[in-house]
């Protein structure tokens, strides 16, 4: 895209429809609040069959992720997507979403440039932010005693 | 009650993101990636496990719980066996997830075609 010089930008500024904050604000809400409560039924589950809280921690979030992949396959999730919002990708089945649809969509690239790549375009610096600064946390919680 | 601090929780995490989303000029990955990044911070902090404790799933569910499991993780294993498990603590406690999520994502791959 060729930048815009001021005047056009202004022009592009004022055409734009505002965001709807508060109604995006309130979809987020309800859609991100409705995937947590059917996280919570997995959570209360696996508490049930005894698991202590970290392991039911990592089941529930791993059975979420295969029903957001489940769901991404199905299309149905692109539509909870396009009404969600971040209510939509912040919980983890959204980071399901975000490895199904590219994996789908670049099947007609290969199976190793298309699906084994392109699975990662948002899943990838997701996870490398998050060893990155974990490992800093952690660096620093040694740093300070507070570990070890 | 639990499923109601569940919805609140996760809800107003999502709102959160969604202002951040809204309010400034970055893309959603861009917001996953720093709550992902916050939520390992807030762990370090010691306020995401308080978190967890009133919201549950409202917690867990959402991405910043999962650079929570991460650091969780490096603590667990740096007690266990020191400074090696700054470097394999984390990806440990996430292993579940992230095999599920290139595993399920890869069938999927093979089973379904895109829409529209």
Request: with cysteine; proline share 5%; charged share 10%.
């Amino acid at each position: 895209m060729v930048p815009a010089d001021r005047e056009t930008q202004d022009l592009i500024r004022r055409r734009t429809p505002p965001r709807p904050i508060l109604l995006n604000t309130v979809r987020a809400f309800l859609v991100g609040g409705a995937i947590c409560t059917i996280g919570q039924f997995f959570l209360g589950f696996f508490r049930g069959r005894g698991l202590p809280l970290t392991e039911a921690s990592a089941v529930t979030a791993a059975t979420m992720i295969f029903l957001g992949a489940v769901l991404t396959g199905l299309g149905v999730y692109d539509r909870i997507g396009r009404r969600g919002g971040m209510g939509a990708f912040l919980p983890i089945t959204g980071f399901a979403n975000a490895i199904v649809a590219p994996a789908m969509e670049f099947k007609r690239e290969g199976f190793v440039l298309g699906v084994g790549a392109r699975m990662f375009t948002v899943a990838g610096p997701v996870i490398v932010y998050a060893v990155l600064v974990s490992v800093l946390v952690g660096a620093f919680l040694w740093l300070l005693g507070a570990i070890g | 009650m639990e499923f109601l601090l569940a919805f609140v929780v996760g809800g107003l995490l999502c709102v959160a993101a969604q202002l951040v989303l809204d309010l400034s000029r970055i893309t959603p990955a861009h917001v996953m990636v720093l709550f992902v990044s916050l939520g390992a911070v807030a762990s370090g902090l010691g306020l995401y496990d308080p978190l967890i404790r009133v919201g549950g799933a409202g917690a867990i569910v959402p991405l910043p719980a999962f650079g929570h499991a991460l650091v969780q993780g490096i603590i667990r294993e740096f007690g266990k066996v020191g400074p090696t498990g700054l470097l394999t603590g984390g990806l440990t406690a996430v292993a579940l997830g992230l095999t599920v999520a290139v595993v399920s994502g890869l069938l999927m791959a093979v089973l379904f075609n895109p829409r529209g």
